[in-house]
């Protein structure tokens, strides 16, 4: 069965960087659009980012861009995003997702990985 | 950008009774060329990530039980449940990704039992 497990979330200091990495599974990773969205504490989805099957496209929210890049490991099944300059708005839980019949239509998920961004 | 506003932000309704959820773009979400509306509704449960329930606006995903429906086309849309169970407590999100492979969601409406 499909599966996408995120993780390299934490809590981290204003200006600092992290990376998250998302693993899929049970699907043909390197067939597929590959997409970040976020979810601030008590808050609605914000599609943050999106890299196209084979990498060579990539997309951003006008919130993250120049600050985060987002690329993807084919043979590693894996995808990441790294994230410089944080700040206190970027807390969120970070969830992959996985394009499926259009670009931009998300059949699966993974569970998500906590960011804080904290002095 | 589209932006999405769903209506309203929260819902109480009875067991058994319908609940329905609207969503308007600020534009046009139907794709002329194959005369598709790129419209999806999620429901998020607390603690879980969203989970696809309709797309193209009106086409169930696989597993979905039919008391959930969608309509519309172009601008308004609208998620009915058609008999409120216990288990449909949630949060239900609208999606646009006719501005593929950017997207972008609803607020929200927090769905309760009343």
């Known amino acids: 069965q499909v599966q996408l497990v995120e993780s390299g979330g934490g809590v981290v200091q204003p200006g600092r960087s992290l990376r998250l990495a998302c693993a899929g599974s049970?699907?043909?990773?390197?067939?597929?659009?590959m997409h970040w969205v976020r979810q601030a504490p008590g808050r609605g989805l914000e599609w943050v980012a999106v890299?196209?099957?084979?990498?060579?496209?990539?997309y951003y929210a006008d919130s993250v861009k120049g600050r985060f890049t987002i690329s993807r490991d084919n043979s590693k099944n894996t995808l990441y995003l790294q994230m410089n300059s944080l700040r206190t708005e970027d807390t969120a839980v970070y969830y992959c997702?996985?394009?499926?019949?259009?670009?931009?239509?998300?059949?699966?998920w993974g569970q998500g990985t906590q960011v804080t961004v904290s002095s | 950008d589209i932006v999405m506003t769903q209506s309203p932000d929260s819902l109480a309704v009875s067991l058994g009774e319908r609940a329905t959820i609207n969503c308007k773009s600020s534009?046009?979400?139907?794709?002329?060329?194959?005369?598709?509306?790129?419209l999806a509704w999620y429901q998020q449960k607390p603690g879980q990530p969203p989970k696809l329930l309709i797309y193209?606006?009106?086409t169930r995903q696989s597993g979905v039980p039919d008391r959930f429906s969608g309509s519309g086309s172009g601008t308004d849309f609208t998620l009915t449940i058609s008999s409120l169970q216990a288990e449909d407590v949630a949060v239900y999100y609208c999606?646009?990704?006719?501005?593929?492979?950017?997207?972008?969601f609803g607020q929200g409406t927090k769905l309760e039992i009343k």
């Open positions: 193209w606006a009106s």
């Open positions: 997702a996985k394009d499926w019949a259009a670009p931009g239509l998300f059949d699966y």
């Open positions: 999606h646009q990704y006719y501005t593929t492979p950017k997207c972008s």
């Open positions: 890299i196209s099957d084979d990498g060579s496209h990539k």
């Open positions: 049970g699907f043909t990773f390197r067939s597929y659009g």
């Open positions: 534009q046009s979400v139907l794709y002329s060329s194959n005369n598709r509306d790129y």
